[in-house]
């Protein structure tokens, strides 16, 4: 398949091989969170070999790299690629197919790491105006990964921040910058109900978390439908439900689980405390202790006015307008990128990762895997992207 002329013609063709030998380097040898020491050293030697040497560990097994831009002084601007795997058994017949078994790069962030460092290869040859930090982050299938590079300091002054995830929905060569929700908030929680058991056939001696938890799960669909704005989307789903040995025993413990999904961050406040003041009433009123525990996870992402209008722009100028399609669904995955969007201005954008006519696999399927081809114009539309929002903010400094 060919790639869009002013992709291509960045990309010599020994940059070109070095940047896909390192993509299916890291596709062989995937690592999960935090346990990315191969796939770093990997990293860290592609970066150094492309002549960036301003390069560090950071946050256990993440990397990062400083790419000089023209003036020492201008704002610093910030690219992130997602560097962990998934204990998922790969099914794609490549032939550089996963040699860990049980474990693959099941959600393209081989890919996602490559073109970060694409990107500053790009970056090194026509700067940006202010430095440019490429951020290798690992551990973003825990939700982890974000925080722990937050926590190194190595963010602390940026001015913006760029990311972007594989898209086997898009072709290549096309690109989704929208402004507003693009991804969720994934929270859990667990409601341990405490009542007293007794035998099944003596309910009066007991306080039956059953039947507590039976109306907990009902009670808890009416939060979307009726404590939520419905203008407003939001899931809250109970995955797991526990409870009881023998029919003729009223246990002394009932135990549920579930998720909450938002892209609003007031939407997401309402439904976790729902959660939490629907189950400890309705306990309550059956003489049950409720005992709710919210655990809140990455929050949702939405891409503001200001980041999205340069990341568009550095599209537009990379791939044409037609290129820049509308996501034109609601996503409710999570993503850990939004630990970052909470501090620094930035735009999280879907690159088309699907070959013309080739099928659409879900992330974190068995089969699935990104079109090579994906790797030029995500870096070519990062490091734009890093170059309109240093010049932006450069001026306005
Ligand atoms: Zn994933
Ligand atoms: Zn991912």
């Known amino acids: 398949m060919t ?3 002013s992709v291509e013609r960045q990309f010599p063709s020994a940059l070109n091989s070095r940047l896909v030998a390192l993509r299916r380097a890291i596709h062989q040898h995937p690592e999960l969170a935090f346990h990315e020491s191969e796939t770093a050293n990997r990293l860290i030697a592609a970066l150094r070999e492309l002549g960036v040497d ?3 560990q950071i946050a256990t097994t993440g990397v990062v790299a400083r790419v000089r831009g023209v003036s020492r002084s201008a704002p610093v601007v910030a690219l992130r690629g997602d560097i962990d795997a998934l204990p998922i058994q790969e099914a794609t017949g490549l032939p550089f197919s996963s040699q860990v078994p049980g474990v693959m790069h099941a959600c393209g962030h081989d890919v996602h790491a ?3 460092v694409a990107a500053a290869a790009l970056l090194t040859q026509s700067p940006a105006v202010g430095d440019v930090l490429i951020i290798l982050q690992p551990a973003e299938e825990t939700g ?7 926590e190194s300091g190595v963010l602390d002054g940026v001015s913006a921040i760029f990311g972007g995830h594989v898209d086997r929905r898009f072709q290549v060569g096309q690109v989704v910058a929208d402004e507003g929700p693009l991804a969720a908030s994934a929270d859990t929680f667990e409601i341990e109900l405490v009542g007293a058991g007794a035998h099944g056939a003596r309910p009066h001696e007991a306080r039956d978390p059953i039947v507590a938890l039976a109306s907990i799960v009902s009670a808890l669909q009416t939060i979307v439908a009726r404590r939520l704005n419905p203008a407003t989307p939001g899931v809250v789903t109970i995955g797991t439900v526990h409870a009881g040995s023998a029919p003729n025993i009223i246990p002394e413990r009932a135990h549920l689980t579930g998720t909450v999904r938002a892209v609003e961050p007031k939407s997401r406040d309402l439904m976790l405390g729902e959660v939490k003041r629907i189950s400890e009433a309705i306990a309550s009123g059956m003489g049950v202790e409720a005992r709710v525990t919210l655990d809140r996870g990455t929050p949702p992402i939405v891409n503001p006015p200001g ?3 340069w990341a568009r722009a550095a599209a537009t100028a990379v791939l044409g307008a037609e290129n820049v399609v509308p996501l034109g669904f609601l996503n409710l995955a999570g993503e850990d990128f939004a630990h970052y969007m909470e501090r620094v201005p ?7 990762a699907c070959e013309p006519n080739g099928p659409v696999i879900p992330a974190h399927a068995p089969k699935f895997y990104a079109a ?7 870096a070519a539309v990062l490091a734009e992207c890093a170059r309109v929002a240093s010049h932006a903010l450069s001026v306005s400094d």
Request: charged share 15%.
């Open 54 to 56: 301003d390069v560090h």
């Open 307 to 309: 980041a999205t209008h």
């Open 144 to 150: 982890k990964g974000a925080l722990a590079i937050l």
């Open 346 to 352: 930035g735009c999280f954008l879907r690159i088309g």
């Open 372 to 378: 090579e081809e994906s790797i030029f114009v995500g």
């Open 3 to 5: 790639l869009p002329a």
């Open 114 to 116: 490559t073109w970060a």
